[in-house]
């Protein structure tokens, strides 16, 4: 089992860019999907971006896609998030999930509000103001 911490959150303005890390401890962290996944004020917890475990490939919402870029990297056991031209609407708290059997396509088919992965961090808020 692995354990996950997230940094990098804060205030930017909207257009701006922030990147947001993953820190994992644990055994095995290589083979796991690495995930993230956003929940805004009064909403559900929805799917943001996930990578395989080798990192080959990557999934993305479509609100998001061509502004942020999910990787991993597994000999520092860290995952990163880079977020650019931010919107407000990008507002939320942001988790970072790691699961051994789930692949990075069935991550991003999971159901809004599920929270059926391995591990999950705590949460790093990110606002976007206009």
């Known amino acids: 089992q692995v354990q996950l911490v997230e940094s990098g959150g804060g205030l930017v303005q909207a257009g701006g860019s922030l990147t947001l890390s993953c820190a994992a401890s644990?055994?095995?962290?290589?083979?796991?999907?690495m995930g993230w996944f956003r929940q805004a004020p009064g909403k559900e917890r929805e799917f943001v971006a996930s990578?395989?475990?080798?990192?080959?490939?990557?999934y993305y919402a479509g609100s998001v896609k061509g502004r942020f870029t999910i990787s991993k990297d597994s000999a520092q056991k860290a995952g990163h998030l880079q977020m650019n031209s931010l919107q407000p609407e990008d507002t939320a708290v942001y988790y970072c999930?790691?699961?051994?059997?789930?692949?990075?396509?069935?991550?991003?088919?999971?159901?809004?509000?599920?929270?059926?992965?391995?591990?999950w961090g705590q949460g790093t808020l990110v606002t976007v103001s206009s």
């Open positions: 999930a790691a699961d051994r059997s789930t692949t990075a396509q069935a991550m991003s088919s999971m159901p809004v509000g599920s929270k059926a992965l391995d591990a």
């Open positions: 644990g055994r095995a962290f290589s083979i796991y999907t």
């Open positions: 990578i395989s475990w080798n990192g080959g490939i990557t």
